[in-house]
């Protein structure tokens, strides 16, 4: 909105569309307001979000939810953990790893959970994005290890969208968050 203060999770938004394919009709071209919802950003959030939709309901790639909660246009709960689950493999999230892409999950799991942000969760939030901006800016990656404690997160993520709690990331997982499932 004209005139909204700049936030870093917008910011992070609009590094992770303005990094998306060369070739994606979606991705966010420079000229954009950092950490604003301008035109260009909302255009842009609304055709990733067709774009996710339309992939999910055509070829089965994703769970296509993200409409469930966010309005076209909009960063919600559901954009954000479609956007953070972007380019993670079940193949970097395992069990004694610690990788860029199990921070990229937790990201992701924790705008899945949240629907009602206290100034605590805003602060994660925003510690969240500033990992994500880094890592599109500078290439400087905020590693996470695979825990116990990030297995429970997948399980009870699994267990809230309908899926078998195997606690363990996969690819019915990540295609239900990036088609925007969210609790």
């Given at each position: 909105?004209?005139?909204?203060?700049?936030?870093?999770?917008?910011?992070f938004a609009q590094e992770r569309l303005a990094h998306l394919g060369s070739?994606?009709?979606?991705?966010?071209?420079?000229?954009?307001?950092?950490?604003v919802i301008d035109a260009p950003t909302r255009a842009s959030l609304a055709c990733y979000q067709q774009a996710v939709v339309d992939d999910g309901e055509k070829n089965g790639k994703n769970s296509a939810e993200i409409f469930k909660t966010d309005d076209?246009?909009?960063?919600?709960?559901?954009?954000?953990?479609?956007?953070?689950?972007?380019?993670?493999?079940?193949?970097?999230?395992?069990?004694?790893?610690?990788?860029?892409?199990?921070?990229?999950?937790?990201?992701a799991f924790w705008a899945a959970y949240n629907r009602h942000y206290s100034e605590a969760d805003l602060t994660r939030a925003r510690i969240n994005a500033q990992y994500g901006i880094d890592h599109f800016r500078t290439g400087r990656d905020a590693t996470s290890r695979y825990s116990s404690q990030v297995e429970t997160?997948?399980?009870?993520?699994?267990?809230?969208?309908?899926l078998e709690p195997s606690g363990t990331v996969d690819?019915?997982?990540?295609?239900k968050m990036i088609g925007g499932s969210v609790m």
């Amino acid at each position: 909105m004209p005139g909204s203060p700049k936030d870093l999770v917008v910011e992070f938004a609009q590094e992770r569309l303005a990094h998306l394919g060369s070739a994606n009709p979606c991705r966010l071209k420079p000229g954009w307001s950092p950490g604003v919802i301008d035109a260009p950003t909302r255009a842009s959030l609304a055709c990733y979000q067709q774009a996710v939709v339309d992939d999910g309901e055509k070829n089965g790639k994703n769970s296509a939810e993200i409409f469930k909660t966010d309005d076209k246009g909009t960063l919600g709960p559901a954009t954000l953990t479609s956007l953070w689950a972007q380019g993670i493999t079940p193949e970097k999230v395992r069990p004694g790893s610690t990788t860029w892409e199990t921070t990229q999950l937790m990201a992701a799991f924790w705008a899945a959970y949240n629907r009602h942000y206290s100034e605590a969760d805003l602060t994660r939030a925003r510690i969240n994005a500033q990992y994500g901006i880094d890592h599109f800016r500078t290439g400087r990656d905020a590693t996470s290890r695979y825990s116990s404690q990030v297995e429970t997160k997948i399980r009870d993520y699994q267990a809230a969208v309908g899926l078998e709690p195997s606690g363990t990331v996969d690819w019915p997982t990540l295609r239900k968050m990036i088609g925007g499932s969210v609790m």
